[in-house]
């Protein structure tokens, strides 16, 4: 067993087989899936393989592991937020996604206009009403 397969969870296992509907419609689960995702790809990148067929099982891992992440992100994109909440988990979603990804920039338009959503949700949340 790798140590990829020791820290997945059963609906982790499921969306590889199955897709993202494998997954729950809870915010915070899936939050905490793309967390542990990216906890195994930093161990992942940071080890040395000593023979071919070692890299070669470490890029299949690494591979599933991204994989997981757009299974995470798809099914974050399908659940419907109910309250401002659930919106601030989509967007650490978001900030977790965009952080380590090739395009992970949060200075580029894109970025920066959701980070004003966000910064606005807190504004407009922390008003009293």
């Known amino acids: 067993m790798t140590v990829t397969e020791q820290y997945l969870d ?12 494998a997954l729950p419609a809870d915010l915070g689960k899936l939050r905490g899936y793309l967390r542990m995702i990216g906890g195994l790809l930093e161990e992942k990148a940071r080890e040395l393989e000593p023979s ?3 890299a070669c099982t470490t890029a299949a891992e690494i591979a599933t592991l991204q994989d997981l992440e757009v299974s995470v992100a798809e099914r974050t994109i399908a659940v419907r937020a ?7 988990a989509k967007l650490a979603i978001w900030r977790a996604l965009a952080a380590g990804g090739e395009d992970g920039d949060l200075r580029s338009p894109q970025s920066r206009l959701v980070l ?6 807190e504004r407009l949340s922390s008003r009293p009403r």
């Open 10 to 21: 059963i609906n982790l296992v499921r969306a590889m087989r199955e897709g993202t509907s």
């Open 52 to 54: 071919w067929d070692q």
């Open 82 to 88: 109910e309250s401002i909440e659930q919106v601030r």
């Open 116 to 121: 004003s959503v966000e910064a606005d949700l």
